[in-house]
């Protein structure tokens, strides 16, 4: 019952990339059974970078599921990017779940790009001015929705794949002062809530690879200036980490 995921975050492909990445994922599937994107492919979220990311990542001998970023909204042509990718064969999850099978192992991946708020002690609240109430319940809202899809997943393992933290121990090394906009606590609380062997997400290039949930679920920050390879791999139903 054993699955190999690879895992990348921030890629932020733009032209001078073209072709650049591609030749890193060579190989791939000698180390890994799926690679996972964990958000901000792009730098401006134009169209023009989507189909770059298509380019760089269609066709790969293992299954690519991705979500979006941050800066993958900039140009507010997010759908457009999410059209060009699907339409390359690559998943992209909007607070939703898909399952990948591996022979005889079933691989259930739930996300989405996340949202911010903070973590416990020092997070925003759904108090006061409106435009406060929607900032949390748009977290709110996500957590929610991740909550249900990984209930309804029946497979051998379980993994969320989100673009913002659920934890601070993956922060370590990023100005405190931002680590609200960098994640939050309840992404954390819908993963604890229905169990998962990984969480991973990308945003903290200045944070530090591993951590953990309050309830015991594997956290790996995955973005390319934490790594500085290609790609991660971490095993599923072994009792080490990385492959």
């Given at each position: 019952?054993?699955?190999?995921?690879?895992?990348?975050?921030d890629?932020?492909?733009?032209?001078?990339?073209?072709?650049?990445?591609?030749r890193?994922?060579?190989?791939?599937e000698e180390?890994?059974?799926?690679?996972?994107?964990a958000?901000?492919?792009?730098?401006?979220?134009?169209?023009?970078e989507g189909?770059?990311?298509?380019?760089?990542?269609?066709?790969l001998?293992?299954?690519?599921?991705?979500?979006?970023?941050?800066?993958?909204?900039?140009?507010d042509?997010?759908d457009?990017?999410?059209?060009?990718?699907?339409?390359?064969?690559?998943q992209?999850?909007?607070?939703?779940?898909?399952?990948?099978?591996?022979?005889?192992?079933?691989?259930?991946?739930?996300?989405?790009?996340?949202?911010?708020?903070?973590?416990?002690?020092?997070c925003?609240?759904?108090?006061?001015?409106?435009?406060?109430?929607?900032?949390?319940r748009?977290?709110r809202?996500?957590?929610?929705?991740?909550?249900?899809?990984?209930?309804?997943l029946?497979t051998?393992?379980r993994v969320?794949?989100?673009?913002?933290?659920?934890v601070?121990?993956?922060?370590?090394?990023e100005?405190?002062?931002?680590?609200?906009?960098?994640?939050?606590?309840?992404?954390?609380?819908?993963?604890?809530?229905e169990?998962?062997d990984?969480?991973?997400?990308g945003?903290a290039h200045?944070?530090?690879e591993?951590?953990?949930?309050?309830?015991?679920?594997?956290?790996?920050?995955?973005a390319?200036?934490?790594?500085?390879r290609?790609?991660a791999?971490y095993?599923l139903?072994?009792?080490?980490?990385?492959?």
């Amino acid at each position: 019952m054993r699955i190999r995921v690879a895992a990348v975050g921030d890629v932020h492909l733009g032209e001078d990339i073209r072709g650049r990445y591609r030749r890193r994922l060579e190989g791939i599937e000698e180390r890994a059974d799926v690679l996972l994107v964990a958000g901000d492919l792009t730098r401006h979220g134009t169209p023009d970078e989507g189909r770059i990311v298509a380019e760089e990542f269609r066709d790969l001998p293992v299954p690519v599921v991705t979500v979006l970023g941050n800066h993958d909204y900039q140009s507010d042509a997010e759908d457009e990017i999410v059209d060009v990718l699907r339409e390359a064969g690559i998943q992209v999850l909007q607070d939703d779940s898909t399952v990948i099978t591996c022979g005889d192992v079933r691989l259930g991946v739930v996300g989405g790009k996340g949202f911010c708020g903070g973590f416990a002690g020092k997070c925003a609240s759904e108090f006061g001015e409106p435009e406060m109430k929607a900032f949390v319940r748009h977290t709110r809202e996500i957590a929610d929705l991740w909550h249900k899809a990984l209930k309804g997943l029946d497979t051998d393992h379980r993994v969320v794949l989100s673009h913002y933290s659920p934890v601070k121990d993956t922060l370590t090394g990023e100005p405190p002062e931002i680590y609200p906009f960098l994640g939050s606590y309840l992404l954390a609380e819908a993963v604890d809530a229905e169990g998962a062997d990984l969480f991973v997400h990308g945003h903290a290039h200045a944070g530090v690879e591993k951590g953990v949930t309050p309830g015991g679920v594997r956290v790996r920050n995955v973005a390319l200036p934490v790594l500085q390879r290609a790609y991660a791999v971490y095993c599923l139903g072994d009792e080490s980490d990385n492959c």
